[in-house]
């Protein structure tokens, strides 16, 4: 059995985190349009996809991934932009929470889950070089 370095099995726990946080991007998006969809054209489900509580802990899991996986490509590759991103990305996610439900939560809200999938997309770039 052949043992990777250390530092090979934390850039690849790294990129996992950074792919993890795509895919959850990915899904916030996703969350939104068929929230969207749904209410919308059914009518129906409103209660359930519009629940605060599911904005505040996909912020949550959002955070700590952001700041688990860029945190760490950033001590690794000292690339600022990256983490910048990101944390604009969670900054406009977070403004979103504050606002009522409607377009301008959803359009803040598709920027900040935009940014941070660019963030992890630049994090797994600069960890490659």
């Known amino acids: 059995m052949i043992r ?25 998006a996703l969350h939104c349009l068929a929230t969207i969809v749904v209410v919308s054209v059914l009518g129906i489900g409103g209660h359930f996809l519009l629940a605060p509580e ?5 912020l949550a899991i959002a955070l ?36 009522p439900h409607g377009d301008g939560e959803i359009v803040l809200t598709m920027i900040g889950v935009a940014l941070v999938a660019l963030g992890h997309l630049l994090n797994i770039r600069s960890a490659s070089r």
Request: aromatic letters at 4%; charged letters at 15%.
């Open 4 to 28: 990777e370095p250390a530092s090979d099995s934390v850039a690849n726990a790294n990129r996992r985190l950074d792919q993890l946080g795509i895919g959850l991007a990915g899904l916030c």
């Open 54 to 58: 599911i904005h505040r802990v996909g």
């Open 64 to 99: 700590v991934v952001a700041a688990v996986a860029i945190g760490w490509g950033a001590l690794r590759h000292r690339r600022a932009a990256p983490f910048v991103i990101a944390m604009m990305g969670l900054t406009f996610m977070g403004g979103a929470l504050a606002m």
